[in-house]
C-alpha cells in the first residue's frame, strides 16, 4: 500500500496519540474520583472508555484516508500493436465467398477495428507481390478503418513478404532475409499480433511463408490467418485470364501453428460473423493504483459512530 501525503498520516497520528494520551488522564481523574462510587459507576466508566476508544480509533483511521492509500493491483487489458495484413491479390476478387473474397475480408476487418479498445495500436498492410504498407500502426482507429475501405484487388500474393511487411510496420524498420537465407534478429514483441486475411494463395516465393514465419516467432508475435474462400474454388478472371481459384487452408494453418497463433475460417456468412470476435488478442498484465481513501473513510465513520452511542448510551451525554 502506498500513501499520496504521509505528512497528512503523520499529523493524523499525532492528533490521536494526543487524544489517547488526554483519555487516560481524564480516565485516571475519574477512576479516582468515583473509587466509592460501586459497580454501577465502574460500569459507566467502562462504557465510556469504551466510546472514547472507538472515537480515537476513527480518529486515527479518518488520518490514514485522509493520506490518501492505495493499493497496486494487478489488470489484465487488451493492448499492442494489431497489424492487418490484407490480401488484395486478383484471386481475392473470387464470388465464392459473397460477395467477394476481398469484400468479406474488409467487413471482418471492420468489424475486428470497430471491436479494439484505444489501447490497442492498428496498422494496415495491404500485400501483392512485395507487400504495401498502407497505414502504421495507431491509436486512431479510424485510420486503419479508411485504409481497408481503400483496398481493391489486383496483382499477385507473397505469404512470406506479407509478413515480413507486418513485422516492419511493428518495428519501424524494414525487415528482410538475408540473401543467404538467414533470419534477423529483430527484438522481442510480445504484444504484437499480425492477423493475415487471404485465401493462401502463394504466386509469389520471392520469401518463403515458412521463413518469414520463423520471423515472426523468434520475435514473440503471433500470427492468426483468417482463410477466406472455399476449399471447392471457382474461376476468376486475372489480366484478361481465367484461372481457377480455391482456398489453400494448409497453408494459413501453417503460418498461424508456427507462430503460435489460430486459424479462422470465413467460407460462408455464418462463420464470418463470428470471425472478429474469436480473434482474441494477448492480455498485457499490469499494476494500477486503487484508491483506498473510501473504504477507511466508511470505517472511520463507524468507529466514530460507535464511539458516539457508546458514549451517550453509558453517560447520557456526548462527551
Known sequence: MSLADPALLAVGLLVAIALACAAIAVARRRAAALAAAGVAARGQRRGWLAGVWF???GVAVLALAVAGPAASVPVSHASGTVILAMDVSGSMAATDVAPSRLAAAKQVAQSFINAQPATVNIGVVAFQQ??????LPTADHSTAAAAVRRLTAGGGTSLGDAILASLSAI???TVTIGRDGSVPNIGYWP???IVLFSDGQDESAAAGAGTAASVAEKAGVHIDTVGVGTAAG???EVDGYHLFTALDEAALKSISQATGGTYHPASDASQLDGVASSINLRLTITREPL?????FIALALALLAAGAVLTVTRTGRVV
Open 55 to 57: 472515537t480515537i480509533a
Open 130 to 135: 512485395g507487400g504495401l504498407e498502407a497505414a
Open 171 to 173: 518495428t519501424r524498420r
Open 191 to 193: 504484444s504484437a499480433t
Open 234 to 236: 471457382t474461376t476468376v
Open 291 to 295: 484508491p483506498l481513501a473510501g473504504a
